[in-house]
């Protein structure tokens, strides 16, 4: 007996002499189940009862014809990518089947030899296309990671100069996932978060401070308050913070590109307008820096520093909202505060 599994065809028919002559001429060479009707064709496949490598497709079939089957088994995740062999009397189907998706046709009646190699012909395409697929995400995926290390080291790099800051960026990762991971709930919000804006959201907030490498040491280092003409300094790592941001990134990722810059550039942006560095205000500030803003305040606020001592919770809250609809969004504003306890609650040793 042979140590590879063979392939599986879902021979789908409302005739029954159809699906037995099919059967007949595939057994030598594979495993095949039967469907007597799209529907039952569809009920086990989608149940997960049958799983297979290629679908020989009727098209004249009542209740639910092949096209149908076919339309829907392209909308669903468990058969959207398993090749479909029409198989068919009809002369003029082949463009509609075509349209949605189909591989090929087989004709009645059969002819043997035409029905195996037309089956051997698109198994094989169809798993040298799989092939590819997979190692196309395996470098993805490798891509990725080099990505998400890089994030890793240049946020490093910060922390190497300044230890509040370095800390304070691993902490601003886990509440800012708390923040979007709510407001993802909301109907106002829900449609400007996506899914897949979510993850690359988040991990777009390593480098939010990553201008701070070009602020000179007496400034960045300064062990009390800093003066106006200090401060000044210390604004302008938000603009050399989307520079840097721009310099390193490609177009070959422009969501993520698009996100490290909104947050990087545009956190110190005030609802009022009265922020920097381009005096935004409003909903022309990006979300992204909007959430990052609630994030990076309340986080600064409740951390010890040398010229002060940490803010408690509560006071961290109260200041907060006081600047909801002036330095802060307040609809942003209304969801942290369904949140707080999360954010008092939140492990801060241990990011």
């Given at each position: 007996?042979?140590?590879?599994?063979r392939?599986?065809?879902?021979?789908?028919d409302?005739?029954?002499?159809?699906?037995?002559?099919?059967?007949?001429?595939?057994?030598?060479?594979?495993?095949?189940?039967q469907a007597?009707?799209g529907?039952?064709?569809?009920?086990?496949?989608?149940?997960?009862?049958?799983?297979?490598?290629?679908?020989?497709?009727?098209?004249?079939?009542?209740?639910?014809?092949?096209?149908?089957?076919?339309?829907?088994?392209?909308?669903?995740?468990?058969?959207?990518?398993?090749?479909?062999?029409?198989?068919?009397?009809?002369?003029?189907?082949?463009?509609?089947?075509?349209?949605?998706?189909?591989?090929?046709?087989?004709?009645k009646?059969f002819?043997?030899?035409?029905?195996?190699?037309?089956?051997?012909?698109q198994?094989?395409?169809?798993?040298?296309?799989?092939?590819?697929?997979d190692?196309?995400?395996?470098?993805?995926?490798?891509?990725m990671?080099s990505?998400?290390k890089?994030?890793e080291?240049?946020a490093?790099?910060?922390?190497?100069?300044?230890?509040?800051?370095?800390?304070h960026?691993?902490?601003?990762?886990?509440m800012?996932?708390?923040?979007?991971?709510?407001?993802?709930d909301?109907?106002?919000?829900?449609?400007?978060i996506?899914h897949?804006?979510?993850?690359?959201?988040?991990?777009?907030v390593?480098?939010?401070?990553?201008?701070?490498?070009?602020?000179?040491?007496?400034?960045?280092?300064?062990p009390?308050?800093l003066?106006?003409?200090?401060?000044?300094?210390?604004?302008?790592?938000s603009?050399?913070?989307?520079?840097?941001?721009?310099?390193?990134m490609?177009?070959?990722?422009?969501?993520?590109?698009?996100?490290?810059?909104?947050?990087?550039?545009?956190h110190?942006?005030?609802?009022?307008?009265?922020?920097?560095?381009?005096g935004?205000?409003?909903?022309d500030?990006?979300?992204?820096?909007?959430?990052?803003?609630?994030?990076?305040?309340?986080?600064?606020?409740v951390?010890?520093?040398?010229?002060k001592?940490?803010?408690?919770?509560?006071?961290?809250?109260?200041?907060?909202?006081?600047?909801?609809?002036?330095?802060?969004?307040?609809?942003?504003?209304?969801?942290?505060?369904?949140?707080?306890?999360?954010?008092?609650?939140?492990?801060?040793?241990?990011?």
């Open positions: 007996m042979s140590s590879h599994a392939d599986l065809i879902l021979v789908v409302d005739v029954e002499i159809n699906r037995d002559l099919l059967e007949s001429i595939l057994t030598d060479s594979y495993d095949v189940a007597a009707s529907m039952e064709a569809i009920d086990m496949m989608f149940s997960g009862g049958v799983e297979p490598s290629l679908v020989l497709l009727d098209i004249q079939m009542p209740d639910l014809d092949g096209l149908a089957v076919l339309e829907m088994m392209k909308g669903h995740p468990l058969t959207e990518r398993i090749p479909v062999i029409f198989i068919t009397a009809e002369e003029n189907a082949e463009t509609r089947g075509l349209e949605l998706g189909a591989v090929d046709f087989i004709t009646p002819n043997r030899q035409v029905v195996t190699l037309r089956i051997a012909n198994l094989t395409i169809h798993k040298y296309q799989t092939q590819l697929e190692m196309v995400s395996a470098k993805v995926e490798e891509l990671h990505r998400d890089m994030l080291n240049m490093n790099i910060i922390e190497y100069r300044d230890l509040e800051s370095g800390q960026v691993k902490r601003t990762i886990g800012t996932r708390i923040l979007v991971d709510h407001l993802r909301e109907i106002k919000f829900d449609r400007h996506p897949g804006d979510r993850d690359i959201l988040i991990k777009s390593p480098l939010h401070d990553i201008g701070k490498i070009a602020i000179p040491d007496g400034v960045l280092l300064k009390e308050r003066t106006p003409e200090e401060f000044e300094i210390i604004k302008t790592h603009a050399i913070g989307s520079a840097i941001i721009d310099s390193i490609n177009e070959e990722d422009p969501l993520f590109h698009k996100h490290c810059r909104d947050i990087c550039r545009h110190h942006e005030r609802w009022d307008g009265k922020g920097y560095p381009d935004l205000s409003g909903t500030i990006p979300l992204s820096a909007r959430i990052l803003a609630v994030v990076d305040v309340y986080d600064a606020l951390s010890p520093r040398v010229y001592a940490p803010f408690t919770h509560d006071q961290a809250v109260k200041i907060i909202t006081e600047g909801a609809g002036t330095q802060f969004d307040p609809n942003v504003i209304d969801a942290f505060l369904e949140v707080e306890e999360e954010f008092k609650n939140f492990d801060r040793d241990n990011v």
